[in-house]
């Protein structure tokens, strides 16, 4: 039985790190996310299955999880870490702006782990790890609409845990307080990467890690949120 890992907003950044941690493992990877050729480019790169997918879809997510246990194998563990913001000024944000971010960061959470669980109480384990930020437990100026979204999020996998625990569902959250190291954070904000150095930002392979070990912990001592931040971030 090939145990699998489905990543869910997968990108050439952390979606990419985790992907190779876990297939060094031995692990098959299935990659979703919505835009097809650069998904397809990914999985090609690290050798892993590409599902282009509306994380928002409620049909497609359910596809999604059958595909995955049909064509590569049973799915023992889900990362989350879809997202999207929108910042500015609270008085121009717009309802559209609003609910799009809420469906990208909050909704795409709920479809993805409720088909997770659907998947996992038969076979009473697996692990559905979720991806927030520090907008997950306070709301900045200029960034509303992410943090309603990543605190919804946040709530629900408490909820998720609290009743799928005891069932041998392991869900958690991963609180991401920081820059992540990236080609993109490279491309649009070299002069604050710069700053803050080679161990200044979060690394990607770094933050994998913690995924890796929270699938792996005894169900004894299970964590249910980490955060995680660079040394050099004040919090």
């Known amino acids: ?32 996310a919505r835009n097809k050729e650069r998904l397809s480019a990914l999985a090609a790169e690290i050798n892993a299955s590409a599902f282009p997918t509306d994380l928002t879809s409620e049909n497609e997510v359910a596809n999604l999880f059958k595909q995955v246990e ?4 049973t799915i023992e563990a889900v990362a989350f870490i879809a997202a999207t913001r929108v910042q500015g000024p609270f008085a121009e ?12 960061s909050c909704l795409s959470g709920f479809l993805v782990g409720r088909e997770a669980a659907r998947a996992m109480l038969p076979r009473a384990r697996g692990s559905v790890i ?7 437990t306070r709301g900045r100026a200029h960034f509303a609409a992410f943090a309603a979204a990543k605190g919804g999020l946040r709530f629900m996998a408490q909820s998720m ?25 490279w491309r649009d904000h ?11 930002a979060l690394q990607p ?8 070990q929270i699938h792996n912990q005894p169900r004894s001592a299970w964590t249910h949120e980490v955060d995680l931040r660079p040394w050099k971030e004040s919090f």
């Open 161 to 185: 845990a609290r009743e799928l625990g005891p069932q041998g569902i392991h869900v958690a959250t991963v609180l991401i307080d920081g820059a992540i190291a990236s080609e993109r954070m």
């Open 130 to 136: 979720f991806t927030g930020a520090s907008g997950s």
């Open 190 to 200: 070299r002069d604050r990467m710069e700053k803050l150095g080679a161990d200044g």
């Open 93 to 104: 944000l717009s309802a559209a702006d609003f609910e799009n971010v809420w469906r990208q």
């Open 70 to 73: 049909t064509r590569v194998g």
């Open 205 to 212: 392979d770094a933050i994998a890690e913690t995924y890796w």
């Open 1 to 32: 039985m090939t145990k699998t890992l489905l990543v869910a907003g997968a990108g050439q950044g952390l979606g990419k790190a985790m992907a190779k941690r876990f297939a060094r493992e031995g692990y098959a990877v299935a990659l979703a």
